[in-house]
């Protein structure tokens, strides 16, 4: 795992995101993705950026397929934005950073 980003599995999700205070980004991922590898450095840049504002997760699908299923993950990569525990949006597929900052900043500034 890059620095700044922890791993998210079924055993801590309710500690990491559900009971976070807070704003929380979830990169749904695995192994064999090659899109998922793509906008992995992009995660990473963000994860630096938003350092103390953003806590950045990983989540690989194949190892956590309980949660994958909750939230019915149907394609990655999937970026799932959660505050304060409540799941706010989502966006599936390789997207610009940009794209990714508006939508951090808007929950941020809300």
């Known amino acids: 795992m890059?620095?700044?980003?922890?791993?998210?599995?079924?055993?801590?999700?309710?500690?990491?995101?559900?009971k976070?205070?807070?704003?929380?980004?979830?990169?749904?991922?695995?192994?064999?993705?090659?899109?998922?590898?793509?906008?992995?450095?992009?995660?990473e840049e963000l994860s630096k950026e938003y350092s103390g504002k953003l806590?950045?997760?990983?989540?690989n699908t194949d190892e956590n397929s309980e949660i994958a299923s909750?939230?019915?993950?149907?394609?990655?990569?999937?970026i799932m934005f959660f505050k304060d525990g409540v799941k706010l949006d989502q966006i599936v597929g390789?997207?610009?950073k940009q794209q990714l900052k508006a939508k951090i900043d808007s929950f941020l500034n809300a």
């Open 2 to 18: 890059a620095e700044g980003i922890r791993e998210a599995t079924t055993t801590n999700w309710e500690t990491e995101v559900l």
């Open 55 to 59: 806590k950045v997760l990983k989540l």
């Open 94 to 96: 390789v997207v610009p």
């Open 20 to 43: 976070f205070q807070g704003l929380v980004m979830i990169d749904f991922w695995a192994a064999w993705c090659g899109p998922c590898r793509m906008i992995s450095p992009t995660v």
């Open 70 to 78: 909750r939230y019915k993950i149907m394609g990655i990569p999937t």
